[in-house]
């Protein structure tokens, strides 16, 4: 698996699986209906570095960003997205564009990354667990579930 920075030529792969996570409200606290435009705005922002990992024959079968949190003072704090293409899952895709991203973010100068909102049955709870990341807070049931109704949104944090 190759992953490398993501150009504007990737979007029209990324968007497949980013419209099929974001619809199906189980993971991301963005609106399901987001359009193509509105979600290339998002993900493929000019302020954020993007990424894509690339299988073995060059198709794109996930994607990441990573970008401040916040800014002046505290824009050494990093965010990040990820998003891998459901059909692949298991692969250990999500593992390495975490690892990969978490490098950028350290060689960036960043001191930390923060998730905002994790939603707490998310099972990559537990992969953010393994690369270190604790959650420090959880607002309850702020996110409202398809399958589960309403659940927690967690904060997550790891030092870099």
Known sequence: MQI??????????IWPFWHRIVAAAETYAWDPDTSET???????????????AEDATGA????????????????????????VDPEQGGRGIGRAL??????????RGYRGMVFNAV?????????W??????????????YDHPRHGL??????HRAL
Not at 4 to 13: F, G, L, M, N, V
């Open 38 to 52: 509105a979600a290339r705005a998002l993900w493929m922002n000019p302020a954020k570095r993007v990424y894509v």
């Open 98 to 107: 975490a690892e990969h991203v978490l490098a950028e973010a350290k060689a």
């Open 119 to 127: 939603v707490e049955t998310n099972p990559a709870v537990g992969l």
């Open 60 to 83: 794109v079968v996930g994607s990441a960003y990573l970008t401040s949190n916040y800014g002046g003072p505290a824009a050494h704090i990093a965010n990040a997205g990820f998003m």
């Open 151 to 156: 659940v927690g949104l967690h904060v997550m």
């Open 4 to 13: 490398r920075e993501a150009t504007d030529d990737d979007w029209p792969h």
């Open 129 to 142: 667990k393994s690369l270190g990341f604790t959650v420090l807070a959880t607002v309850p049931e702020a």
